[in-house]
């Protein structure tokens, strides 16, 4: 299975249509993967509250259209990262969009997590309630998004839903990358699963992006990490190192609390 992460980067200085564009003929150029990853709320940015409003658009928006446009164009699996999305009565999440290759939205995850501390996404967005995974034919995904990432019990749900791979798409900041990488090894290692964990590269709204991301194995071992600049990181896994993981080291088997 062969899952490339789009480390993309924010530029204030770029009409927000104009980067649909260039992410979708990233998207294109990466028509031998199995998966494609974008980062969290790539076409406004993470961390650019002001435009949240302005910038909202329903599930069958233009993002969406063109993500659809490009996951078919390519014939991959496509996690769009996420949106701005502005629900029928008026309410904004942030919501993860992916496609199947044939162009399909198979799947939607609204972010259960808000960052902010009474700031921010915390008060601007409303918060999702429901783990959500996608049966992608290699590997059943788990989505999460970017702060998702502290809160292990989202992990275990997914784990229990079947999921074998976690999909993190984020615009985590530079000052707290160490985090960032303790978290999403942490997250594998725990839950004998695959992270694939993308963020963004470059400044926008004044806060610099750690960059970095990163693929981690289901034995807690970085198979690829990225830098800080905007790239591609593309890895092969094998699925069924999941499987060989668990039965040698069946620590799941051996939770008592089931939370």
């Known amino acids: 299975m062969r899952a490339s992460l789009v480390q993309f980067e924010?530029?204030?200085?770029?009409p927000v249509a104009a980067r649909r564009e260039r992410a979708a003929g990233l998207v294109r150029s990466l028509g031998d993967s199995d998966?494609?990853?974008?980062?969290?709320?790539?076409?406004?940015?993470?961390?650019?509250?002001?435009?949240?409003?302005?910038?909202?658009?329903p599930l069958d928006g233009p993002t969406a259209g063109v993500m659809a446009a490009a996951a078919r164009d390519a014939g991959v699996w496509l996690h769009a990262g996420s949106i701005v999305e502005r629900a029928p009565d008026g309410a904004l999440f942030n919501t993860s969009l992916v496609f199947s290759p044939d162009g399909a939205l198979a799947g939607t995850y609204r972010k259960i997590h808000r960052f902010g501390f009474d700031k921010g996404e915390a008060i601007l967005m409303s918060a999702g309630t429901e783990p959500v995974t996608v049966p992608h034919p290699q590997a059943t995904l788990g989505l999460a998004t970017c702060y998702d990432l502290r809160f292990p019990e989202l992990f275990r749900a997914l784990v229990d839903a079947g999921s074998r791979l976690f999909v993190v798409p984020a615009g985590w900041p530079e000052r707290r990358r160490e985090h960032w990488t303790l978290l999403a090894r942490a997250r594998a290692v725990e839950n004998q699963s695959y992270v694939l964990a993308c963020g963004t590269a470059g400044t926008h709204a004044g806060v610099e992006q750690a960059g970095h991301s990163v693929v981690v194995g289901p034995w807690g071992e970085v198979l690829a990490e990225a830098g800080a600049d905007e790239e591609v990181l593309t890895v092969d896994l094998d699925?069924?190192?999941?499987?060989?993981?668990?039965?040698?080291?069946?620590?799941?088997?051996?939770?008592v609390l089931g939370l």
Do not use: N
């Open 35 to 57: 998966l494609v990853v974008l980062p969290e709320l790539w076409p406004v940015g993470a961390f650019a509250f002001e435009s949240f409003t302005t910038e909202a658009e």
């Open 10 to 14: 924010v530029d204030p200085f770029e």
């Open 239 to 255: 699925p069924a190192r999941v499987d060989t993981v668990r039965e040698e080291f069946p620590a799941l088997k051996d939770r």
